[in-house]
């Protein structure tokens, strides 16, 4: 009998790097398809719809909080691409800046829920408080 490969939706401007497909494989126990959705997309309600039709298996997600927060609220929980900040020469990824920042990819982590507390009251200038 023939497996298929797992399909993975991956929502994110940029395309994934060969050790996270690496580890999405390793994850799915065999090979993975990764469908780069990097298009622009609106409301968090419009990429769970469009995740939903794909007949994707899961998915990965680099979006503001926001729309991670309304994804969890949905009952999808994706993927987070943990990434860590390393010196030039381990860097897979540097983005520019004065000093430019060097990053590796450290593994996937799922998303189960994501909180922001508020305070009613704001004091500038207290950022520690």
Request: charged share 25%; aromatic share 6%.
């Amino acid at each position: 009998m023939e497996s298929s490969a797992m399909r993975i939706a991956w929502y994110s401007r940029h395309a994934p790097l060969p050790s996270q497909v690496a580890e999405l494989e390793r994850l799915a126990g065999g090979p993975v398809e990764v469908l780069n959705e990097g298009r622009m997309f609106g409301p968090a309600e419009d990429l769970a719809l469009r995740y939903r039709q794909s007949g994707c298996d899961d998915l990965v997600v680099v979006a503001p909080l926001s729309v991670i927060a309304v994804l969890c609220q949905q009952g999808l929980h994706p993927l987070w691409a943990e990434m860590g900040r390393v010196s030039a020469d381990r860097a897979e990824v540097t983005m520019p800046g004065r000093p430019p920042r060097h990053f590796r990819f450290r593994g996937f982590r799922r998303i189960r829920e994501l909180r922001m507390v508020f305070d009613d009251e704001v004091v500038v200038g207290h950022p520690e408080a």
